[in-house]
């Protein structure tokens, strides 16, 4: 009988219409040297937490930020670290563990990992099971703003993705280093939650789409503020950063989408591997949105203008001593609405944002119907939202009203993604 690396199970029970089934789920940690390697330990807990299985491989950098003891006491399970380890390579250990999990997850995922998993090299334990592995990968990568920018890891990037791994992150925000900008890990919840929706809760197809599997979809996404010019100086506008939809283009790009992003004014650049296409005024968006179409889903999250102003003037309007004419305004079209309600070329699944200040929940539900919106995602934007980091959203659909608790704006983005994977899964 053998006694290598190969068996690590965790049985429980889920219920469906009151039938228990076994499930077992296994996940292959392999944590990177780096400074977010504590919230590995975070992670191994919460998927622990979640019935899911962890076997965890550390890197010889990884062994500087966190223990062997305490990843193992956490897991419960054996730590491996050594390629040449004696005791497991007379079984090929490298090659079963490489294939004894259903899923194998980088956190975090350095810039060296990423790039020796893109150029197939193979000199310690971490690179080499990556590299003989049969199983899916799951990156959340982790590094300096300026490693993460590099044309390199840029490269790296997209021949990983080409090569079919999925990736979750990374967050904007302070870094260790004390700077600020995209290559924070993300957190442990995220992470988790990417886990259990490639599992699908239970393994459905569902989950397996939610990991990654939009590719050959279409998505349509809206984002920022539009501009309604009162005179070549000025305009009718209002506090939208684009954050929000920048973040969810993206994430729908990360799980394989051909995505275009129809957006507003914004300090923002372009979302990596987006067709970005920058309008002003709310007339230029709904044009732009229906060149767009037809597409898999449309998730309207820009902040567009109401009105505009009827009668714009040619030249800047000058101060004269006396009182302005009233600003006589016309209505904007709504692009929710127009794009929900269309006969042909509707997209399968209609996605609105409602940016309310009180009776969230409420106001959204009513905009639910007068819309002809599938689903709705409602948030308040009374505090410091528009132009934040964070948001709080309600998810309010004809089944009902799912609260999230407060996250990152790219976590709200990559858990938004993954509902939608699991949707266009189910759809016929």
Not at 145 to 151: A, F, L, Q, S, Y
Request: proline content about 5%.
């Amino acid at each position: 009988m053998k006694t290598g690396v190969v068996s690590f199970t965790i049985r429980r029970y889920v219920w469906a219409e009151g039938e228990g089934i076994v499930v077992d789920k296994r996940v292959l940690l392999l944590i990177g040297g780096g400074v977010a390697a504590y919230k590995a330990l975070e992670l191994i807990r919460e998927l622990s937490r979640r019935g899911i299985g962890v076997r965890a491989v550390l890197t010889r950098a990884a062994k500087e930020f966190v223990t062997p003891l305490s990843v193992a006491a956490l897991s419960g399970d054996k730590v491996y670290d050594d390629l040449f380890s004696l005791t497991d390579e007379t079984e090929m250990g490298h090659i079963e563990l490489s294939r004894s999990a259903d899923l194998v997850v980088v956190a975090p995922a350095t810039a060296d990992l990423m790039a020796k998993a893109a150029t197939g090299l193979a000199n310690d334990l971490a690179s080499t099971a990556l590299l003989a592995t049969d199983k899916p990968v799951l990156m959340a990568p982790a590094m300096n703003v300026r490693m993460w920018e590099h044309p390199a890891t840029r490269r790296n990037l997209r021949t990983l993705k080409n090569d079919g791994v999925l990736f979750v992150g990374p967050d904007e925000g302070d870094m260790a280093c004390g700077e600020f900008g995209f290559g924070r890990m993300a957190e442990p919840l995220a992470i988790a939650d990417a886990v259990t929706s490639w599992y699908g809760h239970g393994g459905s197809a569902a989950g397996a789409a939610a990991a990654g599997s939009l590719r050959g979809k279409r998505a349509l996404v809206t984002a920022g503020p539009t501009r309604e010019p009162i005179d070549p100086v000025r305009y009718l506008s209002n506090l939208s950063s684009g954050k929000q939809g920048y973040a969810i283009a993206e994430a729908l790009g990360r799980l394989g989408a051909d995505v275009t992003l129809v957006t507003g004014p914004t300090e923002l650049a372009d979302p990596r591997g987006v067709t970005t296409v920058r309008v002003e005024t709310a007339r230029e968006m709904l044009k732009a949105c229906e060149n767009a179409l037809p597409t898999d889903v449309f998730v309207s999250v820009a902040a567009v203008a109401d009105w505009r102003p009827a009668a714009p003037a040619e030249t800047k309007i000058k101060k004269n001593g006396a009182a302005p004419e009233p600003l006589a305004l016309a209505e904007n079209p709504d692009i929710l609405k127009t794009l929900a309600g269309k006969k042909k070329k509707r997209p399968g699944l209609v996605v609105g944002f409602a940016a309310e200040t009180c009776d969230v929940a409420a106001n959204a539900r009513k905009k639910l119907a007068a819309k002809k919106a599938d689903w709705v995602v409602a948030n308040d934007v009374s505090g410091d939202v528009m132009g934040g980091a964070d948001n709080q959203i309600i998810l309010v659909r004809p089944d009902g009203d799912e609260p999230w608790p407060k996250m990152s704006k790219t976590d709200v983005a990559d858990r938004l993604a993954a509902k939608i994977a699991e949707r266009l899964a189910a759809s016929p």
